[in-house]
Protein backbone atom coordinates (compact mmCIF):
# COMPACT_ATOMS: atom_id res chain seq x y z
CA UNK A 1 0.00 0.00 0.00
CA UNK A 2 2.80 2.48 1.13
CA UNK A 3 4.81 1.78 -2.49
CA UNK A 4 1.25 2.33 -4.27
CA UNK A 5 0.97 6.00 -2.48
CA UNK A 6 4.50 6.29 -3.31
CA UNK A 7 3.94 5.64 -6.89
CA UNK A 8 0.97 7.70 -7.28
CA UNK A 9 2.61 10.68 -5.69
CA UNK A 10 5.45 10.99 -7.90
CA UNK A 11 3.13 10.55 -10.63
CA UNK A 12 0.63 13.24 -9.74
CA UNK A 13 3.99 15.44 -9.01
CA UNK A 14 5.24 14.65 -12.81
CA UNK A 15 1.68 15.31 -14.14
CA UNK A 16 1.70 18.60 -12.23
CA UNK A 17 5.41 19.55 -13.44
CA UNK A 18 5.02 18.58 -16.84
CA UNK A 19 1.82 20.02 -17.94
CA UNK A 20 2.50 23.42 -16.98
CA UNK A 21 5.20 23.70 -19.12
CA UNK A 22 4.78 25.23 -22.78
CA UNK A 23 6.91 24.75 -25.12
CA UNK A 24 6.65 28.02 -27.19
CA UNK A 25 8.93 29.91 -24.48
CA UNK A 26 10.47 29.14 -21.46
CA UNK A 27 8.61 29.32 -18.14
CA UNK A 28 11.45 30.57 -15.63
CA UNK A 29 14.02 33.20 -16.82
CA UNK A 30 16.48 33.92 -15.11
CA UNK A 31 17.96 36.54 -16.83
CA UNK A 32 15.16 38.22 -18.85
CA UNK A 33 17.43 40.60 -20.44
CA UNK A 34 19.54 38.47 -22.01
CA UNK A 35 16.30 35.74 -23.29
CA UNK A 36 15.04 39.29 -24.53
CA UNK A 37 16.54 42.15 -24.87
CA UNK A 38 15.06 45.42 -25.52
CA UNK A 39 16.04 46.41 -29.38
CA UNK A 40 17.26 49.84 -30.29
CA UNK A 41 17.53 51.31 -33.66
CA UNK A 42 21.26 51.67 -34.64
CA UNK A 43 21.60 56.00 -34.97
CA UNK A 44 18.36 56.78 -32.94
CA UNK A 45 17.65 58.90 -30.49
CA UNK A 46 18.14 57.89 -27.03
CA UNK A 47 16.62 59.18 -23.67
CA UNK A 48 20.15 58.66 -22.45
CA UNK A 49 21.72 61.81 -22.87
CA UNK A 50 19.63 65.28 -22.48
CA UNK A 51 17.82 67.80 -24.74
CA UNK A 52 18.19 64.76 -27.38
CA UNK A 53 21.93 65.37 -27.71
CA UNK A 54 23.92 62.53 -29.19
CA UNK A 55 26.50 62.29 -26.59
CA UNK A 56 27.96 64.43 -23.84
CA UNK A 57 30.64 67.07 -25.25
CA UNK A 58 33.62 67.39 -22.77
CA UNK A 59 34.08 71.01 -20.84
CA UNK A 60 35.27 74.29 -22.77
CA UNK A 61 39.04 74.01 -22.21
CA UNK A 62 39.67 70.16 -20.96
CA UNK A 63 42.64 68.75 -21.50
CA UNK A 64 42.61 64.79 -21.49
CA UNK A 65 44.81 62.96 -18.89
CA UNK A 66 48.17 62.28 -19.87
CA UNK A 67 48.01 64.88 -22.57
CA UNK A 68 50.82 67.57 -22.04
CA UNK A 69 49.35 70.39 -24.85
CA UNK A 70 51.48 71.85 -27.45
CA UNK A 71 51.82 75.63 -27.19
CA UNK A 72 53.40 76.07 -30.57
CA UNK A 73 51.58 76.81 -33.81
CA UNK A 74 52.05 75.74 -37.01
CA UNK A 75 53.57 78.22 -38.39
CA UNK A 76 57.09 79.57 -39.54
CA UNK A 77 56.99 82.02 -36.63
CA UNK A 78 56.08 78.93 -34.15
CA UNK A 79 58.61 77.04 -35.64
CA UNK A 80 61.27 79.91 -35.08
CA UNK A 81 59.92 79.66 -31.61
CA UNK A 82 60.48 76.35 -31.05
CA UNK A 83 63.73 76.29 -32.56
CA UNK A 84 64.71 79.06 -29.89
CA UNK A 85 62.97 78.42 -26.88
CA UNK A 86 61.73 74.95 -26.81
CA UNK A 87 63.93 72.19 -24.83
CA UNK A 88 63.23 68.29 -24.32
CA UNK A 89 61.16 67.85 -21.10
CA UNK A 90 62.63 64.13 -20.47
CA UNK A 91 66.08 64.18 -18.16
CA UNK A 92 69.06 61.96 -18.17
CA UNK A 93 67.50 59.07 -16.42
CA UNK A 94 64.29 59.06 -19.26
CA UNK A 95 66.13 59.09 -22.39
CA UNK A 96 66.12 55.77 -23.73
CA UNK A 97 68.72 55.69 -26.58
CA UNK A 98 67.88 52.36 -27.84
CA UNK A 99 64.25 53.04 -27.83
CA UNK A 100 64.99 56.42 -29.90
CA UNK A 101 67.21 54.37 -32.21
CA UNK A 102 64.18 52.08 -32.86
CA UNK A 103 61.70 54.82 -33.75
CA UNK A 104 63.93 56.55 -35.73
CA UNK A 105 65.09 53.41 -37.80
CA UNK A 106 60.75 52.71 -38.24
CA UNK A 107 60.10 56.36 -38.92
CA UNK A 108 62.94 58.50 -40.29
CA UNK A 109 65.32 56.27 -41.75
CA UNK A 110 63.91 55.15 -45.11
CA UNK A 111 63.94 59.05 -46.11
CA UNK A 112 66.90 60.80 -43.82
CA UNK A 113 69.17 57.17 -43.95
CA UNK A 114 70.17 55.73 -40.64
CA UNK A 115 73.25 57.90 -40.31
CA UNK A 116 71.12 60.99 -40.85
CA UNK A 117 72.77 61.77 -43.76
CA UNK A 118 69.51 62.18 -45.67
CA UNK A 119 70.61 59.08 -47.98
CA UNK A 120 67.31 56.50 -46.92
CA UNK A 121 66.48 54.20 -49.23
CA UNK A 122 63.46 56.21 -50.54
CA UNK A 123 65.87 59.34 -51.46
CA UNK A 124 68.08 56.35 -53.43
CA UNK A 125 65.20 55.00 -55.64
CA UNK A 126 64.52 58.81 -56.19
CA UNK A 127 61.10 58.84 -54.98
CA UNK A 128 61.63 61.63 -53.02
CA UNK A 129 64.86 64.38 -53.39
CA UNK A 130 66.17 67.16 -51.39
CA UNK A 131 65.75 65.07 -47.75
CA UNK A 132 68.15 66.91 -45.45
CA UNK A 133 71.51 65.80 -43.58
CA UNK A 134 71.38 67.16 -40.29
CA UNK A 135 74.81 68.16 -40.62
CA UNK A 136 74.06 71.15 -43.19
CA UNK A 137 70.92 72.49 -40.63
CA UNK A 138 71.07 74.42 -38.51
CA UNK A 139 68.59 72.59 -36.23
CA UNK A 140 67.61 72.12 -32.46
CA UNK A 141 65.73 70.00 -30.17
CA UNK A 142 62.69 72.43 -30.61
CA UNK A 143 62.88 72.75 -33.93
CA UNK A 144 63.31 68.97 -34.75
CA UNK A 145 60.27 68.40 -32.28
CA UNK A 146 58.28 70.81 -33.92
CA UNK A 147 58.87 69.22 -37.68
CA UNK A 148 58.13 65.72 -36.03
CA UNK A 149 55.00 67.28 -34.64
CA UNK A 150 53.74 69.17 -37.65
CA UNK A 151 55.87 68.17 -40.74
CA UNK A 152 57.54 70.40 -43.02
CA UNK A 153 57.84 70.41 -46.30
CA UNK A 154 57.46 67.51 -48.03
CA UNK A 155 57.45 65.61 -44.61
CA UNK A 156 54.06 64.80 -43.18
CA UNK A 157 53.10 64.80 -39.35
CA UNK A 158 54.23 62.30 -37.43
CA UNK A 159 51.73 63.44 -34.24
CA UNK A 160 49.88 61.10 -34.91
CA UNK A 161 52.17 57.82 -35.04
CA UNK A 162 54.39 59.00 -31.79
CA UNK A 163 53.67 60.14 -28.67
CA UNK A 164 55.24 63.42 -27.54
CA UNK A 165 57.46 61.17 -25.79
CA UNK A 166 58.26 59.10 -28.23
CA UNK A 167 58.75 62.36 -30.28
CA UNK A 168 60.89 63.51 -27.69
CA UNK A 169 63.38 59.99 -27.94
CA UNK A 170 63.45 60.50 -31.55
CA UNK A 171 64.59 64.06 -31.38
CA UNK A 172 67.54 63.21 -28.88
CA UNK A 173 68.81 60.51 -31.23
CA UNK A 174 68.85 63.33 -33.85
CA UNK A 175 71.08 65.23 -32.30
CA UNK A 176 72.60 62.80 -31.36
CA UNK A 177 73.27 61.63 -34.98
CA UNK A 178 73.91 65.29 -35.83
CA UNK A 179 76.73 65.21 -33.57
CA UNK A 180 78.72 61.97 -35.29
CA UNK A 181 78.89 63.55 -38.78
Known amino acids: MKALFKIALL ?15 PNYQYFPNMQQSVA ?32 YENSTAGYELAKANLKSPLDSLSIDEARGEQLYTIYCAICHGDKGDGKGNLVKREKFLGVPNYKDRQITEGSIFHVVTYGLNSMGSHANQLTQEERWQVTHHVMKLRSQL
Open 11 to 25: ASVSVAVTSCFNKKE
Open 40 to 71: YETYSESKAFPNGKEAQIPAKGSIPRGFTPYE
